[in-house]
């Protein structure tokens, strides 16, 4: 069956250093694949999509890369601030375009 | 709306008791999701609605869960006869095309006592 995998550690960070986080999946090939933020008592917000066909995506502090061959994609927060701190939610889509997402990593930004 | 909106935003219920969660997607949006959360948890698919096709509902856990979409905009989720593991985070997420991502609504806390 498809699986997700996170972090499985919640990452703590220095204001101002970069976050790295991992998400790993196996059992299938999605085309696309999506991240969102989530806070506490509120629903997950997109972020950003990334193409199969694309390495590496950007949007302003955030980086996102996707590796077909590793199954593996890596989002980067730079120059990272106490308001980044929240949970970060991997989503592969499924062939028929539905997203499932991983279980989170949880960063926390200290200032 | 501005948003999707999710109603109640908490529940709390009797074991065995039917509970409705009722979502209010973005005007348009063709595309509805159901998910649910547990503590600590993943989100875990339930329904999926796409136009006027025939619903995928390959996630709903068990019959005692069912779901519509009246003319292409609300959705009920219905739960009959709840259980204590029915308890997390019910939410709705609509779309227009998948590339622009889901939008969410806060979810429904579910607590069944």
Redesign the interface.
Known sequence: SQK?EQNSEALNIQEGKTATLTCNYTNYSPA?L?W?RQDP???????L?IRENEKEKRKERLKVTFDTTLKQSLFHITASQPADSATY?CAP?SN?????????TTVTVRA | GAG?SQSPSNKVTEKGKDVELRCDPISGHTAL?W?RQSL????E?LI?F?GNSAP?KSGLPSDRFSAERTGGSVSTLTIQRTQQEDSAVY?C?SSLN??????????TRLTVV
Not at chain 1, 41 to 47: A, E
Not at chain 2, 40 to 43: E, F, N, R
Not at chain 2, 98 to 107: H, N, P
Request: neutral net charge; glycine residues 20%; charged residues 10%.
């Open positions: 997700i696309y999506q969102y008592g509120r629903g997950p917000v997109f972020l999509l939610l889509l028929d375009y539905k997203l499932s997402f991983g279980a989170g | 999707v999701y998910y600590g948890q993943g989100l698919f999926y796409q995928d939410l997420a998948f590339q622009w991502g889901y939008t969410f609504g806060s979810g």
